[in-house]
C-alpha cells in the first residue's frame, strides 16, 4: 500500500491541564471518505484544528505526503507548527463548523479568495495591470465560475454570501475550499442544520467530489445515517482517545462505541 | 393612532427638556445689583424646539424601521442605478468631461482664498484614500494615522532645512518613509483587532508627536520649522497666485493618482484578501492567505500615502510644527473614511470636500462646529450606518465552462 497521504501519530494537545487530545493515531489513503464521529466534547474540532494549523499540537506527528501530480515525486513532510495558510498550500483545505463565508462579498469572491494561495501577482501587478496579471485574473473568475458550476451555485454567482440559503452557504464553503486546489478535504459537519432533502443532496455532492476531482474527504458528522451511508472507514473519539475504527459496518456493532454513545448499562439491582 | 403616542412621547420628552434647562435657560441672576431675572419665554422656546426635534427624529427612525428593507432597498437600488448611468459610456463620459472641465477652470474662476481651501480639502481626500485602505477595506481601525502624515511633513522639512533637497526628490522619499513607519507600526499589532488594535494605534500617534515635540535638537520641538521651500516648477518664478494654482493642479494630479492606484488595489488580488481579511480572519488565513503579510500591506500602502501627503503639506505651508499633528487630525480622516462609506472611493472623496469645505464657508457658525459635527455623526450613524454612498461589490465577466 502506498504512504498515506495524511499520517497522524500520538497526536496530543493540552490545553493547560487539560487533554484534548491523546496520543491519537488516523491514517487516510488517497480517495478515501473518512468520518471522524464521538461524542460532543470528544475533541474532534480540535483534532482539525491541530492538523489545518490553527492550534500547534503539544506533541505527535502530522506527516502529510501529497498524491504525486504532474509527474512530481512526492515526498513526505511533517507539517506541525505550519500556519494555517501554509497547510492549506499544502493541500489540505478546510470548512468550519459554524459557517464562516465572507458575508459582505459574492458568491463569486468567495471563491476567489480560495484561488489566492494559487495565484502570484503582487501589488505592482495589481497597479501596472500587466499581461501575466491581467491573464491570471481572468483565469482566476473562469476557475472559481466553473467550481461553482460543479457544485451547483453557478445561479448565484453575483449574490452576497450573506443572503444565500443556509444549504448554500454551507456548499458556498466547500467550493471555496476545492478552489485552493486540495488534496485533502477537511469538512467540520457539513450537514449541521440542513434538513433531510439537503443532506441527501449533500450525500451525493461529497461522493461526486471524491470521485472527479480525486479529492480525499475527511468529516466530522452528527448524521449517523450520512456517515454510514458515505464512509469507507470511521474513527472513533472519546475523550480526547480514539476509541475505535473500522469500516461502517465494524463500528456500528462495536460495544466501546455504543457504550460511550449512550453510557454503561447499569445494573440496578447489584 | 401611532401619531398620538408619538406625540405623547415627543411632548414628554419636551416637558422633561424643559424642566432640565430650566435653571440655565430660564433663570438668570444678575449679581451686581442682586436681582433675579425670569426669562420665561426662554422656556417657550426650548418646549417647542425639543418637541419639534424629538418628533422628527422619532417620525423617521419609525420610517427607516418600518420600512426597513423596503426604504433601505429603495436607496439602493437608486445609488445602484446612479452608478448604472454613471457606467454607461453615453453618460460617463460628457459627465468626465463637464467634471474635468470644472476642476480645470476652479482655480481661474475662484479667488486665491477659494483656491487654497480646496488645495486642503484635496490633501484630506488624498488622506482619506489612503486610510481608506487600512480602516475600509482591511477593516483595521486605525486611529493614528496622522503619525504617517507627521512623517512625511518631517521628512521634507528636516531635509529642506539641512540639506535643501527639492520638494520632487522627498516627495517619493516621503511616502517610502511613511511605508517604513507602517510597517514598524504593523508588526507589533499583528496580533491585535478592533478596540486593542485602536487603542495601541492612538498611543503610536501620540508617541510620534511627542517626539515631535519634546526631541528639540533633532525637530526643534514645538516652534517647528519655517521656511520650507515651495514645490519648483523647472526652475522658473512664479507670482503669489501662480504658486497657488500650481499647487492646486499638483494636488488635482496626486488625487487622481491616488484614486488610479487605489482603485487598481481595490480590484486585486491583494484587494480581495484584504477584504477577505476584514470579513474573517480565521476563514481568511483557513483559505491560504498570509495573514501578517496581508497586514502589514495594508498598512504600509496606507501609510504611503500619508506620508505623500505629509510632504505636500509642508511644501504648501512652508512652516510645519507638532500641534498640526494631533489626534484630532486622525479623528477627522477618520470619520471621512466613516462617513463617505467603508471602502467605497467616491463616498471618501465626497466626505473630506464636504467635511472640510463645510466650516469653511459656514465660518458664521463657527461657534457651534462640533457641535454639528456630533449631530452629523449621530444622524448618520442611525439613519445610514453604511456610509453616503455604499460600496456595491463588482460583477465579473466570466466564461461559462463548455457543455
Not at chain 1, 30 to 35: K, L
Not at chain 1, 154 to 170: E, H, I, T, W
Not at chain 2, 9 to 21: A, D, I, N, R
Amino acid at each position: 500500500m502506498a504512504d498515506p497521504i495524511l499520517n497522524v501519530q500520538n497526536l496530543t494537545m493540552d490545553f493547560g491541564g487539560l487533554r484534548a487530545l491523546d496520543h491519537v493515531n488516523i491514517d487516510i489513503q488517497q480517495n478515501e471518505i473518512i468520518a471522524l464521529i464521538g461524542p460532543n466534547g470528544a475533541g474532534k474540532t480540535t483534532f482539525f484544528n491541530c492538523i489545518t494549523g490553527i492550534y500547534t499540537p503539544t506533541d505527535g506527528d502530522i506527516l502529510v505526503t501529497a498524491p504525486p501530480r504532474s509527474g512530481a515525486a512526492s515526498k513526505t513532510e511533517r507539517i506541525n507548527g505550519l500556519k494555517p495558510n501554509q497547510v492549506t498550500e499544502k493541500g489540505m483545505a478546510r470548512t468550519f463548523q459554524n459557517i464562516r463565508l465572507f458575508p459582505n462579498m459574492t458568491v463569486l469572491e468567495n471563491v476567489m479568495i480560495g484561488r489566492h494561495c494559487r495565484t502570484h501577482s503582487g501589488i505592482l501587478g495589481a497597479v501596472f495591470r500587466n499581461r501575466g496579471m491581467v491573464k491570471e485574473e481572468q483565469a482566476v473568475v473562469d476557475t472559481s465560475y466553473q467550481i461553482l458550476e460543479k457544485i451547483g451555485l453557478s445561479r448565484f454567482v453575483n449574490d452576497l454570501a450573506k443572503n444565500l440559503p443556509y444549504g448554500a452557504q454551507r456548499r458556498l464553503e466547500i467550493a471555496r475550499a476545492l478552489a485552493t486546489e486540495p488534496f485533502l478535504l477537511l469538512l467540520d459537519e457539513p450537514a449541521a442544520g440542513m434538513n433531510p432533502h439537503e443532506t441527501r443532496e449533500l450525500d451525493e455532492l461529497i461522493t461526486r467530489i471524491r470521485n472527479e476531482e480525486k479529492v480525499s474527504i475527511l468529516l466530522i458528522e452528527h448524521d449517523m445515517k450520512l456517515v454510514m451511508s458515505l464512509s469507507d472507514r470511521i474513527f472513533v473519539m472519546d475523550y480526547g482517545k480514539k476509541i475505535a475504527h473500522g469500516t461502517p459496518e465494524e463500528i456500528r456493532n462495536n460495544p466501546m462505541v455504543i457504550k460511550a454513545y449512550l453510557g454503561e448499562e447499569c445494573d440496578v439491582e447489584g | 393612532m401611532m401619531t398620538f403616542t408619538e406625540i405623547k412621547k415627543s411632548f414628554l420628552t419636551s416637558l422633561w427638556f424643559m424642566f432640565l434647562t430650566f435653571p440655565i435657560m430660564v433663570i438668570r441672576v444678575n449679581t451686581i445689583e442682586k436681582q433675579v431675572i425670569w426669562r420665561w419665554e426662554n422656556m417657550w422656546y426650548v418646549g417647542i424646539g425639543s418637541f419639534l426635534l424629538s418628533f422628527a427624529w422619532r417620525y423617521f427612525l419609525r420610517r427607516k424601521e418600518r420600512g426597513g428593507n423596503q426604504a433601505n432597498e429603495h436607496i439602493a437600488n437608486m445609488s445602484s442605478s446612479i452608478q448604472r448611468i454613471f457606467s454607461r459610456r453615453r453618460y460617463k463620459i460628457p459627465a468626465m468631461v463637464a467634471a474635468a472641465m470644472a476642476v480645470v477652470v476652479f482655480p481661474f474662476v475662484m479667488n486665491s482664498y477659494q483656491t487654497n481651501i480646496m488645495i486642503t480639502a484635496l490633501m484630506y481626500v488624498m488622506l482619506g484614500l489612503g486610510l481608506n485602505i487600512v480602516v475600509g477595506l482591511a477593516g483595521l481601525l486605525d486611529l493614528g494615522y496622522v503619525a504617517f502624515y507627521a512623517v512625511g511633513a518631517y521628512t521634507y522639512g528636516l531635509l529642506n532645512h539641512h540639506f535643501g533637497i527639492g520638494f520632487w526628490t522627498v516627495l517619493p522619499l516621503g511616502g517610502a518613509l511613511g511605508a517604513l513607519f507602517g510597517v514598524l507600526l504593523g508588526f507589533p499589532v499583528l496580533r491585535l483587532r478592533g478596540d486593542y488594535l485602536a487603542i495601541v494605534t492612538l498611543g503610536f500617534g501620540e508617541i510620534i508627536r511627542l517626539i515631535l515635540e519634546n526631541w528639540n535638537e533633532f525637530s526643534y520641538g514645538p516652534s517647528g520649522i519655517a521656511h520650507i521651500s515651495k514645490p519648483s516648477l523647472f526652475g522658473i518664478k512664479l507670482s503669489f497666485s501662480g504658486e497657488i494654482n500650481y499647487m492646486y493642479f499638483l494636488m488635482i494630479g496626486m488625487v487622481c493618482f491616488t484614486i488610479f492606484v487605489v482603485n487598481r488595489l481595490q480590484n486585486s488580488r491583494i484587494g480581495r484578501a484584504w477584504i477577505a481579511l476584514r470579513e474573517d480572519e480565521i476563514a481568511c488565513q483557513a483559505m491560504g492567505i498570509d495573514k501578517t503579510r496581508t497586514k502589514l500591506t495594508a498598512f504600509a500602502l496606507g501609510a504611503t500615502w500619508a506620508g505623500m501627503a505629509g510632504v505636500i503639506f509642508a511644501a504648501k505651508t512652508t512652516f510645519i510644527n507638532p500641534a498640526s499633528f494631533t489626534f484630532m487630525e486622525s479623528a477627522m480622516i477618520l470619520s471621512i473614511v466613516v462617513l463617505g462609506g467603508m471602502g467605497s472611493i467616491p463616498g471618501v472623496i465626497i466626505a473630506a470636500l464636504f467635511l472640510i469645505l463645510l466650516p469653511e464657508y459656514l465660518r458664521a457658525f463657527s461657534d457651534y462646529r462640533m457641535l454639528l459635527f456630533g449631530a452629523i455623526m449621530v444622524i448618520m450613524m442611525v439613519f445610514r450606518p453604511q456610509g453616503i454612498i455604499a460600496t456595491v461589490r463588482r460583477n465579473y465577466n466570466f466564461k461559462r465552462a463548455e457543455n
